[in-house]
């Protein structure tokens, strides 16, 4: 991450150079001096993925916040200008009271909001892209605790899925969940996760 497109950039190329084989553009922290993130303004939005294309020539994917106003705007507009895929989503604003002391829990007051409860909302910027721009790859992540988490995403229309506050309660949580998406399947009766991937089916 950085505070513009340049410094975008010039973090892209020194990852690369250190061996990375993709980027990731965080496009949803921190917050701009205008109170703006990136991920709220297409044009913003694709300016930093461009700069950041042109900068490097490994895959580099778009994470964009569930609070951007219009998802499929700027899915669009990162896609257009480089994004070889999208991450749906970064946490979402939140707030919390410690009530002993009558503070904030976090010194800046709003703060992101990860876990469980995150994944309705992750999951219906997913639905909405996938339909809205069918090819366009998605990773999806926002509250994975289980296997049936992952089947979602997929079925949602995600490419791949992604797991990370589990991981501060569960740090091996990775092979548990592999296990449970296995089970799935079988279930289900798919012989692969990709499959899985936009089956969906509407009312």
Same mark, same amino acid.
């Given at each position: 991450m950085a505070g513009d497109a340049a410094g975008f950039a010039e973090v892209a190329r020194g990852l690369?150079?250190?061996?990375?084989?993709?980027?990731?553009?965080?496009l949803s922290c921190?917050?701009? +001096?205008?109170?703006?993130?990136?991920?709220?303004?297409?044009?913003?939005?694709?300016?930093?993925?461009?700069?950041?294309?042109?900068a490097v020539s490994v895959p580099v994917g778009a994470?964009?916040?569930?609070?951007t106003p219009d998802i499929v705007g700027v899915s669009?507009?990162?896609?257009?200008?480089? $994004?070889?895929?999208?991450?749906?989503?970064?946490?979402?604003?939140?707030?919390?009271? +410690?009530?002993?002391?009558a503070r904030?829990?976090?010194?800046?007051?709003?703060g992101g909001y990860s876990g469980p409860g995150l994944k309705p909302v992750s999951l219906r910027c997913v639905y909405e892209v996938a339909t809205a721009l069918p090819g366009l790859p998605i990773l999806g992540c926002g509250g994975v605790v289980?296997?049936?988490?992952?089947?979602?995403?997929?079925? $949602?229309?995600a490419?791949?899925? $992604?797991?990370g506050t589990i991981h501060f309660a569960e740090p091996k949580a990775g092979r548990r969940l592999i296990?449970?998406?296995?089970?799935e399947m079988a279930r289900i009766g798919v012989d692969s996760a990709a499959d899985l991937v936009g089956m969906v089916r509407r009312w």
């Open positions: 690369q150079q250190a061996g990375v084989t993709a980027i990731e553009v965080n921190p917050n701009l +001096d205008d109170g703006v993130m990136f991920s709220f303004d297409p044009v913003r939005a694709a300016e930093v993925v461009s700069s950041v294309r042109n994470k964009l916040s569930p609070n669009a507009a990162v896609r257009d200008h480089g $994004a070889d895929f999208v991450v749906l989503t970064n946490t979402a604003l939140g707030f919390g009271i +410690d009530v002993d002391t904030p829990l976090l010194s800046g007051g709003v289980t296997g049936a988490d992952i089947v979602e995403y997929l079925m $949602a229309g490419s791949a899925v $992604a797991a296990g449970e998406l296995q089970g």
